[in-house]
C-alpha cells in the first residue's frame, strides 16, 4: 500500500492522473491538494510515500515550490508534473532533487509505469528526453540548495531584486519598512555566498523564480 499526493490546481488533470494510477500494480491510496499550503499541510498530516507536483499550481511558482519542499521534506520523493516539456527544465528539475518529469501529454500508461518505477527507487523521464537532459551539475544543485536556505520573506526580496525593483520599492510591494528590506539583502547576500545584487539578479534567473503568492504558507 502506497501513499500519493497529487498536487495540481486542476481538477480535471487530477481527475486524470487517478484513472492513469488505477492501471498501475500497487495498491494506492491517493490524497489531492490543490496549493502549495494545502500541499505542505497534506505531507504533514499523512505518510506521504510520493509527491506528483504541478510546478505552475499557486504557491509553487516554478522551481520554488519543488525547492521548498525538498527543503522539508528531503526524504520525500517528488516527480514533477508539467505542461512544459522543455528538456532544460527537465535539467533543472532533476538536478532540483526530483526523482521524475511526467509531461501533461503522458498517456495513461505511462503515467502508471512512471509511478511504479519511482516507487521502486528509480529516476524516470520520457524515453523522447532521456538522451537530451544534461549530466548531473553540482553547481546548480549547490545553488538550489542555498536558495532552499532563505526565509520567505528573503525570497521574495530576491525575486523584486531580480526585476529591478529598489529597496524602497520592495518595502512597499511588501509593506515593510525599507530597513527590513535591507536587513533581508544583507542576510541573502550571506547565505548565497555572494555581495551585491548583480550576482543575485543572476541566481534568481538562474532558477527561474518568480515571486510568491502572499498566501504562501509560513513552514
Known amino acids: 500500500m502506497f501513499t ?3 498536487a495540481d490546481d486542476h481538477p480535471l488533470y487530477r481527475d486524470a492522473l487517478r484513472f492513469a494510477l488505477n492501471l498501475s500494480e500497487h495498491q494506492l491510496t491517493i490524497l489531492e491538494a490543490s496549493d502549495l499550503t494545502q500541499t505542505l499541510d497534506t505531507i ?3 505518510d506521504v510515500d510520493l509527491l506528483l507536483l504541478d510546478l505552475h499550481m499557486p504557491g509553487s511558482n516554478d522551481l520554488f515550490g519543488l525547492i521548498h519542499i525538498r527543503k522539508l521534506y528531503p526524504e520525500l520523493p517528488v516527480a514533477v508534473v508539467s505542461g512544459l516539456e522543455d ?4 535539467s533543472k ?3 532540483t532533487g526530483a526523482m521524475g518529469f511526467i509531461p501533461k501529454t503522458t498517456g495513461s500508461e505511462d503515467i502508471a509505469n512512471a ?6 527507487g528509480d529516476t524516470w523521464v520520457p524515453k ?9 551539475d553540482s553547481e546548480f544543485a549547490a545553488l538550489a540548495d542555498k536558495v532552499s536556505s532563505l526565509t520567505n520573506a528573503q525570497y521574495k526580496v530576491l525575486c523584486f531584486m531580480r526585476d529591478g525593483l529598489l529597496n524602497k520599492q520592495i518595502g512597499f510591494e511588501l509593506d515593510i519598512a525599507e530597513a527590513t528590506v535591507k536587513a533581508h539583502v544583507t542576510a541573502l547576500f550571506k547565505k548565497l555566498g555572494i555581495n551585491n545584487r ?5 541566481i534568481a534567473s538562474q532558477l527561474e523564480l518568480t515571486p510568491p503568492s502572499p498566501e504562501l504558507c509560513q513552514k
Open 4 to 6: 500519493l499526493l497529487i
Open 44 to 46: 504533514q498530516n499523512n
Open 87 to 90: 528538456k532544460n527544465i527537465v
Open 93 to 95: 528539475v532533476i538536478n
Open 115 to 120: 509511478v511504479e518505477t519511482i516507487l521502486d
Open 128 to 136: 523522447s528526453l532521456v538522451n537530451e537532459i544534461d549530466e548531473m
Open 198 to 202: 548583480t550576482q543575485a539578479v543572476l
